[in-house]
T-cell receptor
Framework: GAGVSQSPSNKVTEKGKDVELRCDPISGHTALYWYRQSLGQGLEFLIYFQGNSAPDKSGLPSDRFSAERTGGSVSTLTIQRTQQEDSAVYLC?????????????FGQGTRLTVV | AQSVTQLGSHVSVSEGALVLLRCNYSSSVPPYLFWYVQYPNQGLQLLLKYTSAATLVKGINGFEAEFKKSETSFHLTKPSAHMSDAAEYFCAVRATGANNLFFGTGTRLTVIP
């Protein structure tokens, strides 16, 4: 497809389990972003990648959260020992280049529910 | 750090009335500004963006926004609301020379028939 693809679209997990969320950016896009959208909280920045490196990890909520990107393409956001407060929609976006007025294109998100 | 403030988490307008969604940014140097829209159960899509080429920016679906440096604002307007405009609207900012994109908390627009 031509857009940003995220999988799974929905994930229900038990508290304490680990989860992996996947993002396939638009082909050729060098920048990739992860955001978390909680009810009434807007979009919370988590991390962004320039190629395979992540210059800014300051948005990751805790050390239970990690992310990687390989081959300048697919990215995985991993949440270890999930907690109920991790329940949210996790959005991925990509853009062709970095900075300026470059538009970020968003995927449909992964809705994570921790029970 | 760059930030944007969206005043009013919920805005209701009658069909055909003016839509005004407010966004103020915090920066001493004019940043790049964006408005995104999220329809129910869909991802975010770009409505319009400020690139410093013009202070009045026209976007899709009849929306426009005006950059006002003196007020550090980038409010979104539409002359006549349509039922299909009901959605959540996000203002976003990227500082000059930076890569990251920060979003406001969003404004949910309800259109009353």
């Amino acid at each position: 497809g031509a857009g940003v693809s995220q999988s799974p679209s929905n994930k229900v997990t038990e508290k304490g389990k680990d989860v992996e969320l996947r993002c396939d950016p638009i082909s050729g896009h060098t920048a990739l972003y992860w955001y978390r959208q909680s009810l009434g909280q807007g979009l919370e920045f988590l991390i962004y990648f320039q190629g395979n490196s992540a210059p800014d990890k300051s948005g990751l909520p805790s050390d239970r959260f990690s992310a990687e990107r390989t081959g300048g393409s697919v990215s995985t956001l991993t949440i270890q020992r999930t907690q109920q407060e991790d329940s949210a929609v996790y959005l991925c976006a990509s853009s062709l280049v970095f900075g300026g007025h470059t538009e970020a294109f968003f995927g449909q998100g992964t809705r994570l529910t921790v029970v | 750090a760059q930030s944007v403030t969206q005043l009013g988490s919920h805005v209701s307008v009658s069909e055909g009335a003016l839509v005004l969604l407010r966004c103020n940014y915090s920066s001493s140097v004019p940043p790049y500004l964006f408005w995104y829209v999220q329809y129910p159960n869909q991802g975010l899509q770009l409505l319009l963006k400020y690139t410093s080429a013009a202070t009045l920016v026209k976007g899709i679906n009849g929306f426009e926004a005006e950059f006002k440096k003196s007020e550090t604002s980038f409010h979104l307007t539409k002359p006549s609301a349509h039922m299909s405009d009901a959605a959540e609207y996000f203002c976003a900012v990227r500082a000059t020379g930076a890569n990251n994109l920060f979003f406001g908390t969003g404004t949910r627009l309800t259109v009353i028939p």
